[in-house]
């Protein structure tokens, strides 16, 4: 049970709403959300958050040193570390192009990391 309002800025959208939340005995209540989705978003950030990861690998054989790279779909924040601590032991080698899956099921989360730049190879 929390026992401070909590404040969430969404970003669901461009509005960017600050989200007071706070706890009762029936659950969440909620003031400052412009629609649902905010009420969405912040009763998930609350209860279990979770975050796209985005970082960079080396790539070998190629025109850039490196390639951006993200999570497929958001993992839960607590195991944001671990993600990083696996991608810091990737090298691929190119081409590599956007959307092209550098690592299946990263830390055992069901998640695939893609790459979000082309790397073209170069001779």
Known sequence: MMNDDIEV???????????????????????????????????????????????VVPCRHSNISTVAVKTAKPVPKEVVHQVMKELANIVVDAPVHVGDVIIKNIAGLNVDIVATRNAERIQ
Request: aromatic residues 4%.
């Open 9 to 55: 800025t969404c970003i669901m959208c461009p509005l960017g709403c600050k989200i007071h939340v706070k706890e009762n005995k029936e659950g969440f209540q909620m003031t400052g959300a412009a629609c649902k989705n905010g009420e969405e978003y912040a009763t998930q950030e609350i209860n279990s958050p979770k975050r796209i990861v985005m970082s």
